[in-house]
């Protein structure tokens, strides 16, 4: 079975928020200096596409993998229907932090489309 990251999904939600801290590494962050032209600093970090992109693959590995067990379980390959259950189960929290992620990514959004220039 598959391990569900719930570590990805919280860095990704946390820099979608601008509050980024992670484990005492160096982060990938913006910076403005005095001629207010924006400067990006690339780090070992992968951006936060790439780390939303594998969080989104990780929650539809978790969906696969638990749709397989329950037609195991329904065609009496598996016996174990607790097994089934904790998948299930795994892969229901793993959608409700992504749409807690997705919340907060909209949320910034809209606070950004209000900001006036």
């Known amino acids: 079975m598959a391990g569900f990251d719930p570590t990805s999904l919280m860095r990704a939600a946390s820099m979608a928020t601008g509050k980024v801290a992670i484990e005492g590494r160096r982060t990938q962050g913006v910076s403005l200096d005095l ?15 790439e780390m939303l992109a594998k969080a989104l693959d990780t929650v539809n590995d978790l969906q696969i993998n638990a749709d397989r067990m329950a037609q195991k379980v329904a065609t009496g390959e598996v016996n174990d ?11 229901s929290l793993g959608l409700q932090l992504t749409m807690q992620i997705r919340n907060k990514i909209i949320e910034a959004y809209q606070e950004i489309m209000r900001m006036q220039i």
Do not use: C, G, I, R
Request: aromatic share 4%; proline share 4%; glycine share 0%.
């Open 35 to 49: 001629n207010n032209t924006t400067k990006v600093k690339n780090d070992s970090l992968p951006s936060f596409k």
């Open 81 to 91: 229907v607790h097994e089934v259950l904790m998948a299930v189960e795994e892969v």
